[in-house]
């Protein structure tokens, strides 16, 4: 019996919705974030534009389209994020795995687009040390860091709140590069005003990321509280 309580707790603990607000807040810039797809980035060219190689002179290349396609995963975001708010119902085994599918594939398209950044390839090769470091360092640190979160904590991660902090983290390593690599780009407010809108959008999204990552540590102490009551009283027994 006190096996099956203590399964109980856990799990209470673990498939805990998150608060009304946070959800709510969190909805509303996911939903910003489905705005950016369709708004410039820079020289006008939004990452819709660039999924689909309409780029000014007909640049459009694959390199366009693997940093066009991440801005996509704010609908599964705010899927599930809906799901949260208006649904009592876990999000669906099926679901979560084509969540993992599309953040697998995002993060390889980012690590393709860093490659010729972090090799140097090119005129890159002449590139200022803390201009390259600026690049490099965010995307990779986001993309490393949850990475690790994921690994050595799945755990204690309740398998949606995992698929957020895959999707923050996917859409945010790609955000970063492109703020960076845009950011100096000439033009006017409206040729740009994708760019502008994910300066905001990305401060509270990696606030969200960052507490998604501490609720996981605070599953973990809860957990270890809760074990050792029980493991005293059996000892006790």
């Known amino acids: 019996m006190g096996q099956l309580d203590e399964n109980g707790t856990a799990a209470s603990l673990n498939e805990a919705s998150y608060p009304f607000w946070l959800n709510t807040l969190a909805l509303v810039v996911w939903i910003l974030a ?5 708004l410039p980035l820079a020289l006008y060219t939004s990452p819709w534009d660039a999924v689909r190689f309409r ?20 609908f599964p975001v705010i899927w ?20 993992w599918i ?9 690590i393709l687009v860093e490659g010729p950044f972090l090799l140097r390839l090119g005129n890159l090769s002449r590139m200022n040390n803390w201009r390259w470091l600026s690049i490099v360092c965010p995307t990779l640190g986001i993309l490393i860091a949850s990475g690790a ?15 957020l902090v895959g999707l923050n983290a996917a859409y945010l390593a790609n955000a970063a590069l492109c703020l960076i690599v845009y950011g100096p780009m000439a033009g006017t407010a409206r040729s740009k005003l994708g760019w502008i809108l994910m300066m905001v959008i990305v401060w509270p999204m990696l606030l969200e990321l ?13 957990r270890d509280g809760f074990r ?4 005293h009283g059996s000892s006790n027994s």
Do not use: M, Y
């Open 210 to 222: 960052l507490w998604l990552c501490l609720k996981t540590f605070e599953a973990q102490v809860l």
């Open 102 to 110: 599309l953040v697998a594939l995002s993060t390889c398209g980012t």
């Open 34 to 38: 489905a705005a950016v797809v369709f």
């Open 228 to 231: 050792a009551p029980s493991i």
């Open 55 to 74: 780029v000014p002179d007909n640049q459009g290349n694959w390199w366009h389209f693997l940093i066009g396609a991440p801005f996509f995963l704010a």
């Open 149 to 163: 979160l994921l690994l050595f904590r799945r755990r204690n991660i309740p398998p949606t709140r995992a698929c």
């Open 80 to 99: 599930l994020r809906l799901r949260s708010l208006f649904s009592t119902r876990a999000s669906t085994r099926a679901g979560r795995r084509l969540i």
